[in-house]
Structure formats: structure tokens, C-alpha cells
């Protein structure tokens, strides 16, 4: 029996971009359902009652989400093209990372976008100390994977499209080349690959979105 | 059967995210040094292991450091692989296991901190409720979970059993200090049912800190907290 797959996302989120990169990366067909997160769908509801947020698999009719919970159950569905390590040591380390940059990255960043003046300057050292990490972890690998992306290349992918963005409309430069000279070539050769390449969302669009997100955080709202 | 690797755990007996690896650790007759931090320091050692979030519990085998409960967990059951099982053998299960183990990290156990260390009075009762809430949705997935067995993994404990089962000493002490039920045979009877299994259990009873004894230590942190400024 054809297996029956579904996504639901919207055309923004970096997370359901993740299950788009696997899943095709594996070769699977599926199919795509926009969701308006303004309106959203009886579906989306029922299949994600608990956050009623994208991304949602559907697998011959049962709901998973939580990307990275949804990127394990697709890494064990389908044995081709493996995106974890075999090495169970390796596999743990795969893991503290990719949650390490959905715990820890992904708000720092978020925090240099969001803010200005004072804040801002307190926000970017720290988004730098995690990406120091990061650029730590890469030692000298083409992706954490190794030759070919994986897990942690899959979780930390958004950042080689949404940095330059946020770096555009705040003017702040987050990666410097020559501080950050493993995760520059990185995200180069993650940008690089046919799957990432193909399934970027439109970039002026996007670029309108974070700009919009950054003026609605400062829109003065009374003291903080 | 238990390797004769070393095996070292960096934590502390009040710490639920360090009773999950200990848990684990048990379930698979796993021999394992432990060693106890002491409040306010932290060790060479566990920095130099964990100096990304520089916290326990971490793990330590044959000289190298896993870190993060739930990571733990799983790296047990992927080494020791042949014995007891934690996580389901299918990948459904699995992702079912893993949502609500996420969910409960990342939603309800800031409920749970929020009932204590929340800013105001009125913060405090909204974590209350969410707490409540949580529970409410982990009964139901107990009922899905459990299919009619004593363990959210079934006949034995699993993963989701140690993710919830883990806090069991603070929801008490909780209930106690705050003089509320979290667990309630009316709202939430098979979660009762189920703390009861799961803190007999071989492999927790012994890792499961005395409700009394980690009262007096949350009342010695509350003192500690408000003389000192937040860490």
C-alpha cells in the first residue's frame, strides 16, 4: 500500500521546512496543505490539538507533530539515506544539538531582531555565544553530518537563510567570515545542496515578514 | 547484561531531570559511579563536561559526556539496546512518547516552577491552572498510551513514564507546600493509579527522593532564593 503522507505548514515557517527537507531528501512523495494560522483550518485542529501549530505530518491518517519529534518518526519509517548516525554516542550528539538550537539559538537570535538600543546590544553577545558553539561543533566537517547533511545539519538549516535576513533589516552582522569562518563556508555549502536550494521561501516576501516582525516588537506599547 | 565500561553520572538527588538517567540506568542493571554535586558550585568536572548549559544531570561513559535528561535516556536505551526497552518498538508509539515528553519539558514543567517562583499571585494561580491542564491532557494520554497496562509504555516502564514520572517528587511537595491536589482521584484517576506503580517500580523506588526530605529542601531553597539575588 502507497504510504499516504501529508504536511501542513505555512509558507514562512522554518520548521516545517525541516520535514520538507527530510522527506524529500528520502525520496517521498506527499502531499503539501497551506495553512493560514489566522484562520485556521478544522484540520489542522484536530490533528494538532494541543499546540494547533505547523508543522503536522500525517502519515496514513495519524498526526505527529513537533519537528524534530516528526524528524525522528521519519528517520525511522524510512531507512533510506540516513539522517541520524548509527554510533549511538554520535546519535546523542545530533540530538543535544538540534535542541540545543531550537532552545537556546533560535530565541537568542529572535532577541537581536526584536529589540534596539540597549537591549539589542545585550542580545547580540549573547546570539554570538551560541553561534561560537556552533562554529566549535563543526570541526572542519563539511556538515554535521559529515559528507552528506543529517540531523543537526536539518535543525540548524533555517540559519543559513533567516541570519542574513535579520542581519539585513537590523543592520547587525551576526556572522562575520573571519570569526565565524566554519559556519560561513557551512551555510554555503548547506545553500548548496539541490533539496535546500529548491524549497527556500520567496526571499522579498520574507524579508517584508521579518521586517514586519521587527516593527510590531518595537511599536511602543507603554513602559517596559 | 551491565558493561564493565565506566559509567559516571554528574547530579543531584533532588533534581528530577538527573532521576530520569538514574531511572534509566536502572531499568538496565547499568553500574554507575554517581556523582553529587553540591548546591551553589559547580564542579570541574561538570563544567567541563556540560559547558554549554554548565547543568546536571550529565553522563559520563568511557570519558565521554551525554547531556540533556531525555538525550540521556535515549543514548541508554540505544547502547544497552537488547535490555528492557524503553522506548516503543514502533515508530508511531515512539513519536507519540517523544511529543509528550517535549511537551512536558517545554509547557508543563514551567508550569510547575511558575507555581513557586512565579512574580506575582495572580502569575502563580495561571501556572496553577495550566499545571492542572497539563494533567488533564497527560490523563488522556495515558488512556491512549497505556491501552489498559499499568505504564504509559505498557507492561513495564518507558520513556514517557520516566519524562512524568520523574517530577512525581515535586508535584507532591508541591501539593503539600501549597496544601492543593495536582493529582486528584476524581479528575485524574489513572495518573493516581499510575504514580503509585510507577514509585513502586524496582528501578525508582530508590531514586525517588522522601516526600518530607525534599520539602525541607525546597523550603531551603525558597530561604536561599530570597536572600540572594536570582543565579
Known amino acids: ?224 | 547484561m551491565a558493561t564493565t565500561d565506566d559509567v559516571k553520572l554528574i547530579g543531584a538527588w533532588p533534581s528530577p531531570f538527573v532521576m530520569r538517567a538514574r531511572i534509566a540506568l536502572n531499568i538496565k542493571s547499568v553500574d554507575y559511579e554517581f556523582l553529587q554535586e553540591q548546591l551553589g558550585t559547580k564542579s570541574d568536572l561538570l563544567l567541563k563536561s556540560n559547558p554549554v548549559h554548565k547543568k546536571i544531570p550529565v553522563l559520563i561513559h568511557g570519558h565521554k559526556p551525554v547531556c540533556e535528561s531525555l538525550v540521556i535516556v535515549q543514548y541508554v536505551d540505544d547502547v544497552w539496546a537488547s535490555d528492557q526497552p524503553i522506548l516503543p518498538s514502533d515508530p508511531y508509539d515512539r513519536a507519540i512518547a517523544r511529543f509528550w515528553a517535549a511537551y512536558i519539558d517545554d509547557k508543563w514543567f514551567p508550569s510547575l516552577s511558575g507555581m513557586a517562583r512565579g512574580p506575582t499571585e495572580e502569575a502563580k494561580k495561571a501556572a496553577y491552572e495550566q499545571v492542572v491542564e497539563g494533567l488533564a491532557l497527560l490523563e488522556d494520554a495515558f488512556g491512549k498510551c497505556s491501552k489498559g497496562k499499568p505504564f504509559f509504555g505498557g507492561d513495564r516502564i518507558g520513556y514517557l513514564d520516566i519524562a512524568l514520572g520523574s517530577f512525581l517528587g515535586w508535584i507532591r511537595v508541591t501539593e503539600k507546600m501549597g496544601n492543593l491536589k495536582l493529582l486528584d482521584e476524581a479528575k485524574t484517576p489513572h495518573l493516581v493509579k499510575w504514580a503509585e506503580n510507577f514509585c513502586a517500580d524496582a528501578s525508582v523506588k530508590d531514586v525517588m527522593p522522601e516526600t518530607d526530605k525534599l520539602a525541607e529542601f525546597a523550603k531551603m531553597l525558597m530561604a536561599k532564593a530570597k536572600s540572594a539575588p536570582p543565579n
Open chain 1, 1 to 224: 500500500m502507497a504510504d499516504d503522507l501529508k504536511v501542513f505548514r505555512t509558507w514562512s515557517s522554518r520548521f516545517a521546512l525541516r520535514i520538507i527537507w527530510a522527506l524529500q531528501l528520502k525520496g517521498l512523495e506527499y502531499e503539501t496543505i497551506f495553512e493560514d494560522l489566522s484562520q485556521k483550518s478544522p484540520l489542522l485542529l484536530q490533528y494538532n490539538p494541543t499546540y494547533k501549530k505547523v508543522p503536522v505530518l500525517v502519515h496514513n491518517g495519524k498526526p505527529i507533530s513537533e519537528s524534530l519529534v516528526i524528524l525522528e518518526y521519519i528517520e525511522e519509517t524510512w531507512n533510506q539515506n540516513p539522517l541520524l548516525p548509527e554510533d549511538p554516542y554520535e546519535r546523542a550528539k545530533a540530538r543535544f544539538w538540534a535542541k540545543f538550537v531550537d532552545e537556546k539559538l533560535l530565541q537568542s537570535v529572535i532577541d537581536v531582531l526584536v529589540t534596539e538600543g540597549k537591549k539589542q546590544e545585550e542580545a547580540v553577545p549573547r546570539a554570538k555565544e551560541n553561534l561560537k558553539y556552533i562554529e566549535e561543533e563543526l570541526k572542519g566537517n563539511k556538515f554535521f553530518g559529515g559528507a552528506t547533511i543529517g540531523f543537526t545539519d536539518i535543525a540548524l538549516g533555517w540559519t543559513a537563510y533567516w541570519l542574513p535576513i535579520i542581519e539585513e533589516v537590523t543592520g547587525i552582522k551576526l556572522i562575520d567570515a573571519d570569526k565565524f569562518p566554519r559556519i560561513s563556508e557551512w551555510m554555503q555549502n548547506f545553500c548548496d545542496v539541490p533539496v535546500i536550494k529548491a524549497n527556500w521561501p520567496p526571499y522579498d516576501k520574507m524579508v517584508a515578514k521579518i521586517q514586519g516582525t521587527r516593527e510590531k516588537c518595537l511599536a511602543p506599547k507603554g513602559t517596559d
